[in-house]
């Protein structure tokens, strides 16, 4: 059974960082991709980042705008967003999700296969 399991979300203020992360256990294969959406309240859940596991394809939301970056420790199983000059506009819960296929580059949600339990993250101004 696949399990992904998230950490790192918190309050910070406006201009500060923070890294999320995400460790994936009990998969079938390599050949997947993992990602990051989020969903502030009273808006729906949307794509941040994406990375495919093996070949390490890389994709962004335009909003991202440089200031986050997605990787994977294959060793560790383990996806990371670092999160730089987050803004107030960036508070929201966080998930981790994993898309065995098919699947597009800017991860849908009906393509998720399996989401983490999210994480808060709230940037103050």
């Known amino acids: 059974q696949v399990q992904v399991v998230e950490s790192g979300g918190g309050l910070v203020e406006a201009g500060d960082s923070l890294q999320l992360s995400c460790a994936i256990s009990?998969?079938?294969?390599?050949?997947?991709?993992m990602g990051w959406f989020r969903q502030a309240p009273g808006k729906e859940r949307e794509f941040v980042s994406a990375?495919?596991?093996?070949?390490?394809?890389?994709f962004y939301a335009d909003f991202v705008g440089g200031r986050f970056t997605i990787s994977r420790d294959m060793d560790k199983d383990t996806m990371f967003l670092q999160m730089n000059s987050l803004k107030p506009e960036d508070t929201a819960v966080y998930y981790c999700?994993?898309?065995?296929?098919?699947?597009?580059?800017?991860?849908?949600?009906?393509?998720?296969?399996?989401w983490g339990q999210g994480t808060q993250v709230t940037v103050s101004s």
């Open positions: 999700a994993v898309a065995f296929g098919p699947y597009s580059d800017y991860l849908a949600t009906e393509e998720v296969d399996y």
């Open positions: 009990g998969y079938p294969r390599r050949s997947f991709a």
């Open positions: 990375i495919s596991w093996i070949r390490e394809r890389i």
